[in-house]
């Protein structure tokens, strides 16, 4: 069954403390905030939004795999500190025909040099960084027009 309305955004480690998590950086928005937000968005662009959150790698790649089975529009992909270390994301990613949008909420390139790496955006169509929770919604935006 395909579903080429539905835009997955699939969150990474640590980012269920959105909001008190170092704010400075990651701005004062929790997940539900955003997730509000996106669903507005989604709605008024004809779309639905399947937002999940995990600590844990497996699950961010078993989500991968569900989207592509869903036939969903595309993924959004926050993978937190993942994104710089998981070759098994990056695998993930390629193995599937569903787009995948890259989110960050910071921009990666202006912190820490571990950061600059990063093996989701290698694989990921596009990336989205530095804009807070502004990441989120260019990334459906470009979504929307995929």
Excluded: C
Aim: hydrophobic share 45%; net charge negative.
């Amino acid at each position: 069954m395909s579903d080429a309305k539905m835009i997955y955004v699939l969150n990474g480690p640590n980012l269920n403390l959105l909001g008190l998590r170092e704010p400075e950086v990651y701005g004062s928005e929790t997940l539900d905030d955003i997730a509000a937000m996106l669903e507005d968005r989604a709605g008024e662009l004809g779309l639905e939004i399947d937002l999940r959150q995990s600590n844990h790698e497996g699950h961010l790649i078993d989500w991968l795999h569900e989207a592509q089975g869903a036939g969903a529009k595309a993924v959004l992909l926050n993978a937190g500190a993942y994104t710089h270390t998981s070759i098994a994301l990056y695998d993930a990613i390629r193995a599937i025909n569903v787009p995948v949008i890259e989110v960050h909420l910071s921009n990666p390139a202006t912190r820490e040099d571990f950061r600059h790496v990063s093996w989701v955006g290698r694989a990921a169509q596009a990336s989205v960084s530095g804009l807070g929770a502004g990441s989120y919604m260019a990334a459906l935006e470009a979504a929307a027009k995929l």
